[in-house]
């Protein structure tokens, strides 16, 4: 049976609940676990592979900015080609460490689980007055369904943050791969700039 017919169905998620045995609702329960423990694997990858990238632009700024400071020091003019070429590496790598690490920052994810006070509330001990023999006789299929729903949130939330993840994990590796083009870029265009000024100085 495809999802769209699932959430076409026309019960409502009591009416579901009524239909299930404590051993269906149990399987939806256990099934949405595995998925969310599938989708937090997903998260730990994304993480691992985030970190050599950014390990790999910050040696890359250290190393240019030592580069860069070293040629200052020999330089009295700032407009250098060794000099210019290296600090706008820097920026660029610079962004791109900004969102390698926004990557690996703790986000606010939803957690397993429920209070016991939210389980023993209102919700599934209604007073006495109230007509609700149906909580009374499937209360614990209730605990498993609204666990399960509550999953399904979690699943939603947390599965969106990790396609945002993939999406600035592969555009940052993308920038990675263009960064020498840049440097030899921006070594040429700075060259061509000073032999240019030079030149108009004739």
Not at 64 to 84: A, H, M, Q, R, W
Not at 120 to 131: E, H, K, M
Request: glycine share 2%; net charge negative; aromatic share 12%.
């Amino acid at each position: 049976m495809s999802n769209q017919s699932i959430n076409n169905s026309e019960y409502t998620f009591e009416e579901k609940i009524r239909k299930l045995s404590i051993e269906e609702a149990k399987f939806v329960l256990e099934h949405g676990e595995k998925k969310l423990k599938e989708i937090s694997d997903a998260t730990q990858l994304i993480i691992a592979r985030t970190l050599p990238a950014l390990t790999i632009v910050v040696g890359f700024i250290i190393a240019l900015l030592g580069f860069s400071f070293n040629k200052l020091s020999e330089k009295t003019e700032l407009y250098d080609p060794y000099i210019v070429t290296p600090f706008i590496a820097i920026y660029y790598l610079y962004r791109i460490s900004r969102k390698l690490v926004n990557n690996i920052k703790a986000e606010d994810y939803k957690p397993l689980g429920l209070d016991p006070k939210v389980l023993l509330g209102d919700s599934f001990f209604p007073n006495q007055n109230d007509d609700d023999d149906d909580m009374e006789k499937n209360r614990l299929t209730y605990f498993y369904m609204n666990e399960a729903h509550n999953i399904q949130g979690k699943i939603d939330s947390n599965n969106l943050k990790n396609e945002n993840r993939w999406a600035i994990f592969n555009s940052a590796l993308s920038e990675i791969i263009f960064t020498p083009l840049l440097i030899c870029l921006t070594f040429a265009i700075a060259k061509a700039t000073l032999y240019l000024v030079e030149a108009l100085n004739l």
